[in-house]
């Protein structure tokens, strides 16, 4: 370890990582979330409970997955910059647990369309396939063309905007690493803050204009309005040795983030920007509180099972799509079943990406912030 590391980790007081916790089931379940409320949204199913158009479903996978990721991938940053290892070799991890799975996605996907007739060969040619088909190779999966307007909702996998988001993320963590190394950890953590804070202001205004504005369009798919998710992270993965971790906090967390959850649902959309914002405060808690304080046996839950939540968030969309696209005539079943049924092709889905395209990937890696 180089001398300016040593003395940013005496500076920072970053935690040495813990034996067990349960970030990837945790990051599974919010998978799952996501998958169900998409399920019922868009086929018009019920399930359980929660009915399309209800707000009785937990709503934030997403946010989850950003505060896990400002956790773990911060950290990881931070011990290649300790160990001397060079940002090449960070941006290679990096590249290696995300872009695999999204080209597989983009290969099997255009072969079942082309298999069910949603396109043709000729359409191979066409500049709005060429257009979607590079935009998901680059990693920016948010063009959707009116090529696909049969089928399904009309836009293959909508769900892929964090993809660009999260991207944003990595970009960004080694200047976050070096402003901690160079000068402080609360240096970093305050300059962030304000251009989180300035992110989620701006998509909050872009959201009131009229209309579907491309400003917020622009704006909802990249890194700035959901900064401040990944930055709850980031701040938990150094101060939670040093917070309160009783269940009595963690009861007023939940509390709380009830409390903002349902202010949303009082509020337009601009007032559900800053008000899902704040909440995030009490969610990243719960989600490191859960994480440290679960129950032994589910920490090694998902390495027997494999981290399965990449791949059944990249694989529901399509999946829902088809249903959609074959008809309510042609559905086995209906309502919870149904989204039962979705789950369960979600998950065998998941699991072959983990164990055929994933996890071989990863085994690429040069080193792992995980073995150490």
């Not at 008000?275 to 990243?284: I, N, R, T, V």
Request: charged share 10%; aromatic share 12%; with cysteine.
């Amino acid at each position: 370890m180089t001398t300016i590391a040593r003395s940013a980790e005496r500076r920072t007081g970053f935690p040495q990582q813990q034996g067990g916790n349960c970030f990837d089931l945790l990051r599974l379940l919010a998978a799952l979330a996501v998958v169900v409320q998409h399920a019922v949204e868009h086929t018009g199913n019920s399930f359980l409970w929660y009915e399309p158009g209800s707000a009785r479903w937990f709503g934030d996978g997403v946010a989850v997955f950003f505060i896990i990721s400002g956790g773990l991938v911060f950290s990881s940053a931070f011990r290649c910059q300790q160990s001397g290892r060079g940002w090449t070799e960070y941006f290679r991890n990096r590249l290696l647990r995300v872009a695999p799975a999204i080209h597989v996605y983009l290969l099997v996907a255009t072969a079942a369309l082309l298999l069910i007739g949603v396109i043709g060969v000729r359409s191979l040619a066409d500049t709005r396939f060429a257009g979607w088909f590079g935009s998901t190779l680059l990693l920016v999966p948010v063009y959707h063309p009116s090529l696909f307007s049969d089928f399904g909702t009309g836009v293959i996998n909508g769900s892929l905007w964090t993809i660009p988001a999260e991207i944003g993320f990595y970009i960004i963590v080694p200047v976050l690493v070096m402003v901690t190394v160079r000068r402080s950890f609360r240096a970093m953590m305050c300059s962030a803050a304000l251009v989180a804070v300035t992110g989620c202001g701006l998509y909050a205004w872009s959201l009131s204009l009229a209309g579907e504005h491309r400003v917020a369009q622009l704006l909802g798919v990249s890194t700035l309005p959901w900064l401040g998710y990944f930055l709850l992270g980031v701040m938990w993965s150094r101060l939670w040795q040093r917070a309160p971790r009783s269940g009595v906090v963690a009861l007023a967390a939940l509390c709380g983030y009830l409390a903002l959850t349902g202010a949303q649902h009082l509020t337009g959309p601009s007032g559900r920007v800053v008000l899902g914002m704040l909440a995030g405060f009490p969610l990243s808690y719960l989600v490191f509180w859960l994480a440290y304080r679960g129950p032994a046996a589910l920490h090694g839950l998902t390495a027997r099972i494999g981290d399965l939540s990449f791949g059944a968030y990249i694989w529901h969309m399509p999946l829902v799509n088809f249903f959609i696209w074959l008809g309510r005539d042609h559905w086995p079943v209906r309502g919870t079943a149904l989204v039962v049924l979705m789950l369960a092709l979600t998950l065998a889905c998941a699991a072959a990406s983990w164990h055929l395209v994933e996890k071989p990937a990863l085994r690429l890696k040069r080193y792992s912030a995980r073995a150490a």
